[in-house]
């Protein structure tokens, strides 16, 4: 599967962003599928997985509250909207299928897309 993430900018903080996944090469509809972002200097990290019925929901301790994964097997896109952005938000964020447990990433990593929270 190919992933190509969209929806990135740059935003105040407190403010709101939508990004949004489309895969390609296969259906969604049986993975398991996650964001992740890689902040400047630091590894990159899980923030979000939501599991193939679309019942299960996982979200790191730092965005909890703020973020919301879903996902539309129908469009083969998985979208976080993020509300009430803070400034340690800022990286680059990117989707891919997970491990439905582990939540490792399973495909080859997308270009990602830009979020940057700046007053």
């Known amino acids: 599967v190919q992933l190509q993430e969209s929806g990135g900018g740059l935003v105040q903080p407190g403010g709101s962003l939508r990004l949004s996944c489309a895969a390609s090469?296969?259906?969604?509809?049986?993975?398991?599928l996650g964001w992740f972002r890689r902040a400047p200097g630091k590894e990159r990290e899980f923030v979000a997985g939501?599991?193939?019925?679309?019942?299960?929901?996982n979200y790191a301790d730092s965005v909890k509250g703020r973020f919301t994964i879903s996902r539309d097997d129908a469009n083969n896109t998985v979208v976080l909207q993020m509300n009430s952005l803070k400034f340690e938000d800022t990286a680059v964020y990117f989707c891919n299928a997970v491990h439905p447990r582990s939540k490792v990433a399973l495909a080859s990593w997308g270009q990602g897309t830009q979020v940057t929270v700046s007053s």
């Open positions: 939501i599991s193939t019925s679309g019942q299960v929901k």
């Open positions: 090469g296969r259906s969604t509809r049986n993975l398991s």
